[in-house]
């Protein structure tokens, strides 16, 4: 066909292969960029994993039917290995019930003890805590991301931020929930911190999971309050994880960091036991709770500058301006109280002998001491009715 | 590209049908459609990634949990420049993201990035021994990782562990016959890839 026809005029203009697909890669390198950037899993929060609650349970499904020929196998060579051994393991286990029947007892007279002694002191406890028990379908074990798969959800009244536990210790925690499966969170991960305490000298520390095996045990403070072997448990501080769950021991690395190993690491994690904890975060109203306070709630306005008249400021020959009257700056601690009228201008006080610059005089410690500014804790308006008036005595 | 233990393009493969437009058996050509080797070995990585997640340690060992898609990222490129194989790339890096727990578009990015990189230099490495498509493998590998090391860092602030990231590179290093393979099934099978 002659180049000039006039129906086909690019029929010869081929764009380059390369650069059209650069362009495709180009789209999408943006579109997931923006998908990275809107996607923060240092914020980990309910709304950040159950948008992937379906993908869960359509991902959960081949990994069950493939977990359960290797649960059976396992099953059926426990079955054998019971019935070959059970002789030496009935001796053994005998001997085991005859320590446990001794420790039992001493449980029970201790757990009398401490029930009077909370009693005597009114100590306010913590009620026993439902759990709900699952097995692990599915692992993500890279050190990027550490999550496991459990075949329990919402059905079973399984939350988010639920603590995961095996018979030996934590494992992490639930950050995605669907109805019949749900995500954990690895104590492992990059995300996960964890407070803990080191049993022996009650210390705490902040477990940080980097994607390995062992934790980094990071904010130990105190001399010698931390040593090989000591036994770590969740301190219960910022309310995620109840207090005294067992984690690990304290180990120290070749690069000199402590670590933790990790009690649930000595055995395979195939059953797991959810604790249904409502943490802290989830008994008040997180709403009002989080929201940063005005400044002008928290802090006293600052001082403002006396105007003095003319004679008085002539008459005293200073040219400084004066600092003004602190019992105006303790009368406006609420802001609304900054513009009242009853802050009236008073007369200046009497001047010491050798006059300071204003700004180097805080009107705060200006006077008499009844007039230090007051630092009033912040309530937030939804608890409370209206706005309280500042007391007359501080007028 | 001569590969060591194989027997070249002689190989019928059981997806692909050699068709005869009325050439002589020799000049005959085969269809390698999108099903052949972007679909087909997309769903085989998804079920590796899928199989390789069982909660299952053998002998109290994890299973190793090499990244398959990167695998395709590197092999894609060199057989051919495709507008659907980025796609398709895409959909496996936001599998990934999903499956193993990862930020959206994490895994999307570094795996885009290796084939873009690759597609811009296909034309150095297509021919070459294999050895020295084994050695630009590595080369890809460190810099995918390193991505990765580097946007874990962005997203969490927290340095990964290096040792970890080097046995999921190694795990991914036993993937290499895939590459080969797959390279020679594809890259000259037909004549539309010239």
């Known amino acids: 066909m002659p180049y000039g026809d006039n129906n086909k005029h690019f029929e010869h203009l081929k764009l380059p292969m390369t650069w059209a697909v650069m362009g495709v890669v180009a789209v999408v390198c943006i579109v997931a960029a923006l998908m990275f950037l809107g996607d923060r899993r240092e914020d980990v929060e309910p709304g950040a994993y159950n948008k992937r609650a379906g993908f869960d349970t359509v991902a959960s499904l081949p990994d069950k039917a493939l977990s359960y020929p290797v649960h059976k196998i396992g099953d059926g060579t426990n079955w054998l290995d019971d019935y070959f051994f059970a002789v030496r393991e009935n001796r053994s286990l005998k001997k085991k019930v005859a320590q446990l029947q001794q420790d039992h007892d001493r449980m029970v007279e201790l757990a009398d003890i401490n029930a009077r002694y909370e009693k005597l002191l009114n100590l306010r406890t913590e009620p026993p805590v439902e759990t709900v028990a699952a097995r692990s379908v599915a692992v993500s074990r890279g050190p990027f991301a550490n999550n496991r798969l459990i075949d329990a959800g919402s059905k079973k009244k399984i939350g988010f931020g639920n603590p995961v536990i095996t018979e030996h210790g934590l494992v992490g925690r639930v950050v995605g929930v669907s109805a019949d499966v749900s995500r954990v969170l690895m104590v492992t991960d990059v995300t996960s911190h964890v407070p803990v305490m080191i049993l022996r000298s009650d210390a705490r520390a902040m477990m940080n999971g980097d994607g390995g095996g062992y934790p980094k045990l990071d904010f130990v403070r105190g001399k010698d309050s931390v040593k090989v072997g000591d036994q770590i448990l969740s301190s219960g501080d910022g309310g995620i994880f109840p207090r005294g769950l067992p984690v690990g021991e304290a180990v120290k690395g070749v690069d000199g960091v402590w670590r933790v190993r990790l009690y649930s690491n000595r055995a395979p994690i195939d059953f797991v036991k959810v604790l249904l904890f409502k943490d802290f975060s989830q008994l008040p109203n997180s709403d009002t709770l989080l929201r940063t306070p005005a400044v002008s709630d928290v802090l006293p306005p600052p001082a403002q500058p006396v105007v003095a008249s003319a004679s008085a400021s002539s008459a005293s020959g200073s040219s400084a301006p004066r600092p003004a009257p602190s019992t105006a700056a303790v009368t406006t601690a609420g802001a609304a109280s900054t513009s009242t009228p009853s802050a009236k201008p008073k007369p200046p006080a009497p001047k010491p002998a050798t006059p300071k610059p204003a700004a180097s005089k805080p009107s705060g410690t200006s006077d008499a001491a009844s007039s230090t500014p007051e630092l009033r804790p912040f309530v937030p308006p939804a608890t409370t009715q209206t706005t309280s008036p500042a007391p007359e005595g501080q007028q | ?194």
């Open chain 2, 1 to 194: 590209m001569k590969v060591p233990g194989m027997l070249g393009p002689k190989r019928r493969g059981i997806s692909g049908a050699a068709i005869n437009r009325g050439l002589r058996s020799g000049m005959a050509s085969k269809i390698v459609g999108p099903w052949d080797w972007i679909l087909a070995p997309a769903l085989m990585s998804i079920g590796l990634t899928l199989a390789l997640a069982a909660a299952f340690q053998p002998f109290g060992f994890y299973l190793p949990e090499p990244v398959s898609p990167l695998i395709l990222a590197f092999t894609w490129p060199l057989i051919r420049p495709s507008y659907f194989a980025p796609l398709v790339l895409g959909v496996l890096g936001l599998f990934l993201d999903m499956f193993w727990g990862a930020s959206l578009g994490f895994w999307t990015i570094s795996l885009m990035l290796v084939y873009g990189a690759l597609v811009t230099a296909r034309t150095y490495i297509v021919g070459q021994e294999w050895i020295v498509v084994f050695g630009i493998f590595l080369l890809t590998e460190c810099l995918f990782f390193s991505l990765c090391v580097l946007l874990t860092l962005i997203d969490t602030g927290v340095w990964p562990r290096l040792w970890g990231v080097v046995e999921q590179a190694f795990a991914t290093t036993l993937l290499f016959p895939f590459v080969l393979y797959l390279l020679e099934k594809y890259v000259h099978a037909d004549v539309r890839f010239q």
